[in-house]
Every structure is written in structure tokens, then in C-alpha cells.
């Protein structure tokens, strides 16, 4: 009963043998392997974007960090829900990176309105070199809050972002998840839905530690490359990241692992219901159910892990998150226990 | 014949196995791994310092760019070598997580000489708020010449750098290496000899991808710490990086890696030096050594992988570098196209 | 009718007369002038702060900028007002010198409620590394609303800041203002209700342009000298900034221009109440009322000068800001054409 | 017989009288002063330049660094001599500024031979993302040594510059005194030898506290606005900046003040070598003379104010400079001191 994060599962069969197998012999670094230039042939099949560059970093953290600071400029502000994981998680890293300042944007269950995205966008950057410029959107999918954009809803928050002339990031920590989720195509989330920048998580979703920063503008490519490098992000031993996104992106792979997480998500969020409890709303493998702190200590009582944070009214928040290993018998035992 | 770097190579098995093995069940994320306290004991008990702290990172110029950050201010200057890795190959790293600046030192064999550093620490930082401030030490062991300093060859510098107030940093990206040659230990190699904080290397010399920050001040750690995570570089499934450095370091593997790659470089420089080829200095893995364009072609037609660098009258230098996986087979052979 | 802000007025004639004399003869750089050392003893003694030090920049998002970045690190948060001047008119200024985020924190009329600090100090610096840490609180006197917290209202939010052991910063861009609006001394404002570091203004009050940065903690004065210089703002001149302060200081100057343009600013607020005009809070020589667009086109046609920005209801919101320039006849004659 | 340095003398009397002038009446803020206007109208003019743009701030340094990181990337490098004032007199500013890194270039007189650049051009930025990229390069003249550079000599180090795609800055913290000493038009000087952005000194040539940043390339303009605002140095009294800098260009004030100090500088020069004194090449109004240490405390009891420096062979070397208001008869008595 794991629920604390899908970042305390391992790795999933298929990749670790690609680790290994990727050990034999000698092979060029700093990413001129040759399972890097697979990689990117992947990338751009699967997102029908023949011109797409990737290039691998082994943090969800460094991905975005290094994906806003390629798009914007010090002196801009960047566009992102008031829990973003770029503002709540990583300890400045967007604004260390990028020297930019973050715009943050309330909105329910994880996600951004376009009315509230149209108010930020006009009444920011209008005040000369005095505030802070309009630079970037960032949206997250699967949200923080465990909901899923679809590519219609990012669509309407890229357009509003286009009409002001700035490029649009998404934060794909868990995009498996949000494909699965919304049976979208990986074009369709993306430069169809008006996505400049991917972060493409991939450790979350069965890998070591692995994730690409995706540019649907390949311009940037040389500038990414720098700010990885110097950023200390650029792996003298690549093909051991190039190895695990290849495994992940081949075969469906990676959609198969969202799967069973997915599913095992929904199955909480089912069972919960069904036994009464407050599930807000939640599309893929996380959920944030609430019940009392009596309840909370039985549940860790029988075995139990997962988040708690302070909720009004003397209860608590849960954060469960199912990831590709989560069995089934897990989800029933907990339900059982609940 | 593969002497391009020791980067070349794979992961020793014991490594690749700890992986494997790291790889069972569900597991704490972000260092809070069991793995990780093992590691913070195995480093302690080998640098014989029981209050040294221990954080890992999985790329060389993180490592240093961490270790330096922590503990200079932005208006310092970093005395090193003015062909140090941190100087020339880390694309301004060190610079942007400091702030600091680099005052290049320059030296024959890669190393500074006592004399330069006293000439160096008494121009710079005397002239108030208006130039660098004295902020740092950093030697690199192998040095970037493939030399070795003594632990008394170290100490002899920081106690200069010491006489002024200011900490030492100790590069040691190729450190078991530096041991062997020197056949000193851990602790004479660092705090003993005056370092407060290395970069203990494992990627080059068969590990996947992981670094030490070892403090020999422990008060940084937190410091260290929220300056890792800000720089995107703390591994959610860190357990990947504990299982790496475990396995490095027990059973003195990390020395017998070591042990095998400065043998195979030392069987380099003795076979050249045999047949007339002009070799500097280099005591451990790597080598510099000069010839002929035409041979330098005539090598690699022969199948020899390596760099090669500009040299005065016509000459090439080339770089061969021998790791934990190098045969003495291949050894041979390179010398028998020679 | 000019209210468009006290910056478009010049400079006070003592002000004006302290820089002419200045120019005599020669004296010696960078801060080491003898005036510096009266402004020195000037602060500490309306201060009634032996210890301090003050610097001067010519800028007060330097001041502020420099003063923040003095007492926080780059993963912390500031707290601050939503419409603070440093969120809001400094270009990411303060995140440039500092590396630190702003928290911002919503209120009404420019100021922060205890409860409203409370809460964002409780919730903000809880995730470990991963969130921001908590730096440092910012507070603005005259506050960018136009209303002026008194030393009691600082001193209850200074406590909590404190009590989570973190400094206090105020800007003083309007500081005499705020003096003169709440007859408290320098010091009941300042370090008596838990301030560390002030930013002193100087040119929105008379001067040409002039601030300080008064530290009640003299331990970072060194610090704060290095910063300034990194940052391009130590005068080689120097002597005319201290001649500004100088004067600024000697003989209740301050005080006496403050109080011109606070009796002006608080006749436009009677007079427009006194007209049916709705005019919120405001404290000292700045008001923001609001009318229709028409009634503000008349004004102008009449011949004043303010800014505009938009309301709700179709109505607009001038900011009217008198100085220590102002004339009671300017203001009679713009209740007049009211 | 003041002699310390150009900016321990104050503000020519032309300069002063615009201040003065300047105080009167109200004024648009933030560089929208009608003064402003004139300005940039009188540069245009003066460097036949239509297009040119001028921002101005109050310290050289400040000049200097905006310059650079408007025209470079943090992953860059700024080629400059080893002893210029951005390398050792600015306190990392160019570096904070810009992220950039500064490569020194060693030469005599303080001036960079086209062959040490094009051995510093060849040699940096040849190793990909890993070391530094070509990004600058930044000239002074009149140099830190006294020496000036003639247009032909600054054209034939851009030519080198403008081959490998690089812009090229000059700091012109003497610039009139440059123009004086080789009789070119400040085209010449600039633009016409290559320079692409100019940073004009206007303190130690007579003005209080005013540096121009002049771009030949005006698409940078914003960038520098926005820079300028982003580091503190946007003054909101601008009127003041764009009075001295309008007096200081106009009928040729500039000029006839560095005339004087040259003249001065190079009655000094002339003075001390026909009374055998070492006086190295000095072109301008500074000069590094050396001797004794005791004949060093002979000139200062009578009454000599200058720096000191340490010299080979129990020698000091003095640095000797005069300004627009060094008399004639100062210099006398200090060569009658001698």
C-alpha cells in the first residue's frame, strides 16, 4: 500500500534491462551515442513533428528549469498556476535558470481558466520597462492537483498566450498519464494544442531517471544545449539516459505503464466514493481525497503510505498517486482497510 | 583501442548489479533512501572524518559547481589552475552557481606551483570593494595534465590559501586514482592536507553517473542541499545514486578500478616512452603525448580512438586515456601499431 | 496641476545649494568623502542609533534592491505586499540582486494584515528543500496605496517575522512622509518597531537623487559595500550624494518638505471628499479617487497632470500625488476645476 | 597638486550651471525629459550616426556592464586585456550583469596586440558546449595604462573580432581624452573602426555623475532599457543625467576639457622624463611613472596627492593623473617638488 509518490517505484523491467544492455562496451559521450539519435527519431515519430529536438536531462526540476530559461528572458514573468510544480517544488530553480519572475494564477482543482489566464495577460507588461514583461505560459498535465487538461482546454490558454506574442511550456511530468488520460495523441497535447516546449517525464513513469525537454522550435536546440551544459545537467555517460527513454518510448511502452497507473487511480477514486469519501476531482493516478485524522492513523495503522497535509475543519488531505507498479491487490487491500 | 576518455566506458559489474539490485520494491525518494545513510557511513569511515557530510549528484561539473558555490560569495575569486576542468570544460558552470569569478594560476604539468599561488593570493583582493575578493581555493587531483599532486604537494598550498582566510576545494573527479598513484589515503589526500570540501568522482572510473560533495565542514550541508535541489539537481529516485556510490566504494572496488586503469596508463607511458615518443609527466591514466600528424593517422587507421589537440612545429598532442576497463591486450596492441 | 508623482518635481533649493558647494576644490572618491562621515554621524543620531550604518545609492530600486539582497539567500522568499514597488515597478530587480522569490501577499489599501502574514508564514519554507524558505518580510511606508502604517501596525507585523527568524526590510521611498503623517520619530519607525534595514528615500522628497540604506545591523555593512559595487552603483563622485543627504537631513529639512507635501496631498483628499468624490484611505501625499472618464478628460483639458488606470464600472482611478513643490494655490485651482 | 585621480576633481562650471538650470519647474520622469531629446540628438550628431540610441546612468561601471550583457550570453566570453578596468576594477559587475566570463588578454602598455587576440580568438570557443563561446570583444581607451589606441589600431583588433561573428565595446570612461590624443572624430574612434556600442564617459572628464551607452546597432535599445531598469540605474529624475551629459556635448565642452587635462598629463610626462624619471608611453592625461619609495615620501610631504603601487627592485610606481582642472601651475610645482 505505496501511495506516496510514484517516484518511490523503481524502474520498470523493460528499462532497466536497456540499462544494462546499454553497458556493453565503449560508446561516445555527452550524448553523441548512438541510442541518442534513435531517441530523437522516436521523439519525432511519435509526436509527427519531423523536425522536433530532444535533449535528455535526468530531472523533472532541470526539464523545466532549462525549458522556461530557453524561452524567456530575465526580465519577463512566466505564466503558471499558483501550485505549479515550477512554484511550489523546486526551490527557485525556474528563476535561478532563467532570472525570469513567476506570474501566479489561482485556479480550482489545478487548473487555469482562460478568463483567468486573459486577466493576468492583460493587466501584465503593460507598465513599460517599470513590471515585469510577458515571457511564457507554463501549464502542468496531469495538474498538481491530479486533473487533465484536455488538448481543447490547452489549446484555448495557448491561443490567449499566442495573441500576446509568447511561447507556451507544458510541464509533462506525468504527460504518459495525460495521453492516457484524455486519449489524446502526443501531437494532439502539444504543437497541434500550441505547445512550444515539452517537459517529457519519464522517471515518474518507470524510468531511473530520465526526462526530455522536447522543442517544437528547433532554434533553441544550441541554446538548450549550453544552458544544460552549463547548468552541470549534460551526462559524460549519456547513452545510459538515452537508454532509458528509448525503452520507455518504444513499444508503447510508456503508455502501457500510464495505463496501470491510470487505472489503479481511478480504482481508489471509484472505491472511495463508492465508501463515501471526498474525492475532488481527479482524471489519472493522483488523488486528494479528505477524511479526519482518526481515520488517517488507521489507515497508516494497517500499512498504509501516503502524504497528509492540514485541510479546514479539522481534517486532512490525503495525496495518493498509483503509479505503473501499483497492483491491484494493493488498491483493494487499502479499500478493505478504509 | 579505445583511449578517448575513461567517460567511454561502461559501469563496472559490481555497479550495474547494485543498480539491479536497488531496483526491488518501493523505496523513499529524494536521498531520504536507505542506500544513502550507508553511503554517508562508508564515506566517513574511509576519509576517516565522522562528521563529514556526503551528498551525491550525477555529473562531475554539478559536483564542483555545488562544491564551490557553497562556499564562496558572488564577489570572490576561485584560484585555479588556468587549465583546470572547471576553468575550461564546464561552459561557465562554476561561474553561474557562484557568482564568483576564476583567477587562473598557470603552471607547467598542470599544477600550480607553491610560488604562483603566493603571487596570486598577494595581487588579488587588495584593492577594497573595487576588485575580486580572495574567496577560494581549487586544486584538481589527477590533474587535467594527468599529474599527480602529493597530499604534501596539496598541503603546501592550502596552507597559503589557509594563511588567508580561505577555504580549498579538491576536484577529484579521477580521486581513486589520485590514491593509487600516490598510495596516500582518503583522509591525508583531503582533510588532512587541508581540503575542506571534495568532488569525489565516480562516472570515470566505472560507476553510471554519480559524484560526491563531500563537506569536511558539515555546517554547509543544508546550504549544499537546498543549492542541489535549486539547480534541478536532486534525484527523486535517489536510491540510484546511493546503489552507484555504495557499490564504488566498498570492498575497495573504487581503488581496484582505479588500480587497473593507472596500470594500463602507466603500461602507455613506459611502451611510448620505449619507443623514443616524447611523453610529459603523468602519473595515473592519462597521457599527452606528441607526434606526427601522419602517425596520429596512421594510429587511428590502425583502430586507435582518442583526442587530438594543436601542437607547436607541426605536431599533434594527442590524449589517451586508460580506464577500470582497459585490457592490457589493447595496451598492446596500440603500442605494437606504434 | 501637477500630480502625476513627486519625481517630477526638482530638486529643494538647500539641496540644490549643498551640491553647488560640494563642488569645490577636490575630495577624495568612492565613498571616503567627509561628508559621508556627517551623514554618518547625521543618521545615527536622528536614529538615535549609534551602531548604524547607512550607504547611499542614487536610486531606490537600488536601495531596495541591495537591501534585500543583503539579508537573503537565492532560495529564500521575500514577503511582501501584492502591489508592492518592489513586485510591481522594479523590473525583477529585487530577484536580480538577490535571487529570491517574492511571496506576495494580498491586503487592502496597500497594507498587510497579521493574519494575512501569519498564514503566509505559516504555509511558505514547510516542504524542506523543495519549496522556497523563508527570507525576509518587506513592508513600504508610505505604502504604495497611500496610506501609512503606524510604528505599532510595523511593530505587530515585524514580531511574526521575527518570531520565524527572519529580518525585516521597509521601504522608505516616502519615508519623512510617513514620518510626518504619523509624528512618530525615526526611530519608533524603524529599529523600535523591529526594522533592520531601511531604505531611506531622499529624491521623491526633494533631492535630485539620493537613498539610503540604512542597516541597524552594522555586520553586513561590508556585505552591503560589495554588493553596491557589483552593481555599478558606488559614485566615484561620491561627494554629491552625500551633499544631497546632507542636507536632506540637517536642520529637519526632511521633515519640513514632507510636510508640505503631505498638507497638500491631505487638502486634495478633503477637498475632493468635501466634492462628493469617492477617495479611499490615504494617509499622506498620495490619493487615489476615482471618477468617471469624462471628468477626467475635463480635468486634463483643464490643465492637470496625473495618471490614469482603470476601474471597474467604467469609471477610472487617478493617482494624485503632491510634493514638497506643491503649492495650495495648484490645489485650489484643481478643486476648483473639479 | 591633486593628482589621485580624474574623479576627485568635481564638475566643470558649465556643468554645474545646466543642473542648476535644469531644477526649474516640473519634469516628464524615467528619461522622457525633453532634455533627453537633445541629447540623443546631440550624439547622433556628433558620431554621424542617425540611427545611434543613448541611455544614460550615473557610473561607469554600471555603463560598462549594461553595455556588455546587452550584447553577450552567460555561456560567453569577453576578450579584454588582463589590467582592464571590467576585469579588476568593477567588482564582478560585467559578470553579474551578464553571466558572461571575461578572457584576459596579456599585452603591454595595456594594450592588446592583433596577434595575442587572434591567438585568443583561435583558441576559445573550439570545444562545443563545453567551454566557453566567442561573445565580445571590449576595448578601453585611453587604457588603464595611459596608452590610447588609434583608430587604425582599433580597427584592425574588430576586423579580427567581426570574423568570428563577435560585437565589439569600447569603454570610454576617457573617451574625449582618447579623441583629443589622436585628433579622430568620435566616428572614427567608434563605429567607423568597428566599435558597436560605446560606453561614453562624461564623470571624470568634468561632469558630476553621467555615463552615456551608446549602440551604433539601436535594435538593442529596449534590451538596454530593460537592463538598465532590471539593475537600479533607470533615475527617475533623469532631467538631472540628461542636463550634465547636454552641457558636457555641447560647443565642444567635452573636448576643451580633456585638452586640458592632456595637456597637463603630457606637460607631466615631459616634465618628469627631462628630469630623467622612467615615465612609460602615456598618451593622454595619465601616467605610471616609478621610484624610490623614499623619493616617493619626498613628493608626498611637499604636498603630492597620487597612488602607489608596487614595483620590481624596491621601486614604486606612481599613477599620476591629471583632469580638466589641473593647473598648470600645479604641475609645475610638482616637478619642482621632483
Redesign the interface.
Known amino acids: 500500500m505505496?501511495f506516496?509518490?510514484d517516484?518511490?517505484?523503481?524502474?520498470a523491467p523493460e528499462v532497466?534491462a536497456a540499462?544494462?544492455k546499454?553497458?556493453?562496451?565503449?560508446?561516445?559521450?555527452?550524448g553523441a551515442d548512438a541510442a541518442m539519435a534513435r531517441v530523437t527519431d522516436l521523439v519525432r515519430d511519435l509526436f509527427e513533428a519531423p523536425e522536433a529536438e530532444v535533449r535528455l536531462?535526468?530531472?523533472?526540476?532541470?526539464?523545466?528549469?532549462?525549458a522556461i530559461a530557453t524561452h524567456v528572458?530575465?526580465?519577463d514573468g512566466v505564466f503558471c498556476h499558483a501550485r505549479a510544480h515550477i512554484a511550489?517544488?523546486?526551490?527557485?530553480?525556474p528563476?535561478?535558470?532563467s532570472?525570469?519572475?513567476?506570474v501566479?494564477i489561482q485556479g480550482e482543482h489545478g487548473k487555469i481558466t482562460p478568463d483567468a489566464l486573459a486577466q493576468a495577460l492583460s493587466t501584465t507588461g503593460e507598465?513599460g520597462?517599470?513590471?515585469?514583461?510577458r515571457g511564457m505560459l507554463s501549464l502542468t498535465n496531469v495538474t498538481e492537483a491530479g486533473t487533465v487538461y484536455t488538448p481543447a482546454e490547452i489549446a484555448a490558454l495557448t491561443k490567449l498566450a499566442k495573441a500576446k506574442g509568447i511561447p507556451c511550456h507544458l510541464d509533462g511530468a506525468r504527460f504518459a498519464n495525460a495521453l492516457v488520460a484524455t486519449k489524446a495523441t502526443p501531437a494532439e497535447m502539444t504543437w497541434k494544442a500550441g505547445i512550444d516546449v515539452l517537459s517529457l517525464g519519464g522517471?515518474?513513469n518507470g524510468c531511473?531517471?530520465v526526462e526530455g525537454v522536447v522543442l517544437f522550435n528547433p532554434a533553441k536546440a544550441w541554446?538548450l544545449?549550453?544552458?544544460?551544459?552549463?547548468?552541470?545537467?549534460?551526462?559524460?555517460?549519456h547513452r545510459?539516459l538515452s537508454a532509458q527513454m528509448e525503452a520507455y518510448l518504444t513499444g508503447g511502452l510508456w503508455l502501457k505503464l500510464a495505463a496501470q497507473a491510470n487505472a489503479m487511480g481511478q480504482r481508489l477514486v471509484e472505491g472511495l466514493r463508492h465508501r463515501q469519501a471526498h474525492v475532488p476531482p481527479a482524471d489519472a493516478n493522483m488523488l486528494f481525497p479528505e477524511w479526519s485524522a482518526g481515520h488517517h492513523e488507521r489507515l497508516e495503522a494497517a500499512g498504509a503510505?501516503y502524504y497528509r497535509f492540514p485541510a479546514p475543519q479539522g481534517r486532512e488531505r490525503a495525496r495518493l498517486v498509483a503509479s505503473w507498479s501499483t497492483a491491484e491487490a494493493d488498491v483493494d487491500r487499502f479499500l478493505a482497510a478504509f
Not at 517516484?7 to 524502474?11: E, F, I, K, L, R
Not at 546499454?22 to 555527452?30: L, Q, T, W
Not at 536531462?57 to 532549462?66: D, S
Not at 511550489?88 to 530553480?93: F, H, L, S, V, Y
Open positions: 505505496r506516496a509518490s517516484n518511490t517505484s523503481g524502474a532497466l540499462i544494462v546499454a553497458n556493453e562496451g565503449y560508446e561516445r559521450s555527452y536531462v535526468a530531472t523533472g526540476t532541470a526539464a523545466n528549469a532549462l528572458q530575465p526580465w511550489e517544488d523546486e526551490c527557485n530553480a528563476e535561478f535558470y532570472g525570469a519572475k513567476l501566479l507598465s520597462v517599470h513590471g515585469v514583461q522517471t515518474k531511473l531517471g541554446e544545449e549550453l544552458r544544460r551544459k552549463r547548468g552541470g545537467h549534460l551526462f559524460s555517460k545510459f503510505h
